[in-house]
């Protein structure tokens, strides 16, 4: 588990790639269905006016357009033999970023609402460079490259998403 840890920990810090991350069939689901689970509590959570559907939509799509577009951009370059690590590597780092996100909100004070808004940015920033470095590790590109795909990647996930609930992007 520590070794784990370790292997997220430090892709997070963009020390190593996804290619240390364990690529089995049933944990590579686990962290996917983990990110799911946990993306979907804490989106409740921050909105608790919206419908547990929309919001588990909202989610899946999400999710689910990260893992297609990350499929085609390996495909597109030859190396989908490297989809089960990348996946691995892109929603475990999620999780951790997601787990942050919620410690931050869930801890601070309606005083320190500012502070806590650009805490978020800053975590939100610092998970689309993380991918970024994930893609360009997995993709054999440039790190701007892997940025701007992660980037790229994120708002079309995020408009997707908006558009599956019915909300005006």
């Given at each position: 588990m520590r070794s784990l840890l370790l292997v997220y920990a430090n892709l997070c810090l963009l020390r190593r790639g996804p290619?240390?991350?364990?690529?089995?069939?049933?944990?590579?689901?686990?962290?996917?269905?983990?990110?799911?689970?946990?993306?979907?509590?804490?989106?409740?959570?921050?909105?608790?006016?919206t419908p547990a559907l929309l919001v588990a939509t909202s989610v899946t799509v999400s999710i689910a357009t990260t893992a297609l577009i990350t499929w085609l951009l390996l495909q597109w370059r030859g190396f989908a033999g490297r989809y089960?690590?990348?996946?691995a590597a892109i929603f475990g780092c999620d999780l951790i970023f997601t787990a942050l996100?919620?410690?931050?909100?869930?801890?601070?004070?309606?005083?320190?609402?500012?502070?806590a808004k650009g805490l978020m940015t800053v975590l939100t920033l610092w998970a689309i460079v993380v991918n970024g470095f994930i893609l360009h590790r997995a993709m054999q590109i440039r790190f701007i490259f892997g940025f701007l795909c992660a980037?790229?990647?994120?708002?079309?996930?995020?408009t997707i998403s908006a558009l599956a609930i019915g909300a005006r992007s």
């Open positions: 290619e240390r991350v364990p690529t089995h069939a049933w944990f590579v689901i686990g962290i996917v269905l983990a990110d799911i689970a946990l993306s979907f509590a804490i989106s409740m959570r921050l909105s608790s006016a089960p690590a990348t996946i996100l919620a410690s931050v909100v869930l801890a601070i004070s309606e005083e320190f609402t500012i502070a980037l790229l990647m994120a708002a079309f996930a995020g």
